[in-house]
């Protein structure tokens, strides 16, 4: 059991050290959700898409890299090179940032531009392929068997828990989330989870055995 609960929450701090950065999604999600328009509407589009996208992800990253083992070290090396930078940042955006989560200024009231507006802001981020469909779906390979099916869906549980958590508790995590010493916390968590998964990479593709034994005299 617990062999089939480590890829799920695996799946889910990884999903959530991507998710809960501050951008234009998640600023436009908070605003709507201060407003209390179109909350639902809002928070459901950016997790399905996160889901269609994940999901594409594991299903064909995945299972292309799956089936060369030189391809899944190279993407454990890959995936863990990218997250040891993206943990960096983490650390430095914790040390130096003052910012906090602003409101966007954008009101929108009809339906329909909502929708529009948030397909924009969540399809229109080139970093939404490469979070999504390219680093989950190369992370996924690297577990065994329905390991990367689990991955999978505990990075798409936290993507509808946090959408969900900011449009419907936007008048509780407002405050918090405009002040940077909230920032400055989760960016510090973000870096622990980034380098703890990036050295499970590492582990899993033998880069550091590899290592060890060259340095070894």
Excluded at 61 to 78: C, D, F, K, T
């Amino acid at each position: 059991m617990v062999a089939m609960e480590t890829p799920f929450f695996t799946g889910m701090a990884t999903g959530a050290s991507l998710i809960i950065a501050i951008g234009a999604q998640n600023a436009f999600v908070l605003t709507q959700g201060l407003c209390k328009q179109h909350r639902f509407v809002v928070a459901l589009i950016c997790a399905l898409c996160d889901a269609v996208l994940i999901s594409a992800g594991v299903a064909g990253m995945g299972s292309l890299i799956e089936q060369s083992p030189r391809l899944m070290s190279i993407a454990s090396g890959g995936g863990a090179l990218f997250l040891f930078i993206y943990g960096l940042k983490s650390l430095y955006s914790a040390v130096r940032s003052d910012q906090g989560l602003q409101e966007t200024k954008t009101h929108t009231t009809r339906s329909r531009q909502v929708i529009l507006t948030t397909l924009a802001i969540t399809l229109l981020n080139p970093h939404v392929y490469l979070d999504t469909v390219v680093l989950l779906g190369s992370i996924s390979a690297t577990f065994a068997n329905e390991g990367r099916y689990l991955f999978g869906a505990g990075a798409i549980s936290m993507s509808f828990i946090w959408f969900f958590t900011l449009a419907y508790g936007s008048g509780f995590l407002a405050p918090l989330f405009k002040k940077p010493i909230t920032w400055r916390i989760l960016d510090i968590l973000i870096f622990l989870v980034m380098w703890n998964i990036a050295y499970t990479l590492l582990m899993f593709s033998g880069i550091v055995e590899t290592i060890l034994k060259i340095l070894q005299p």
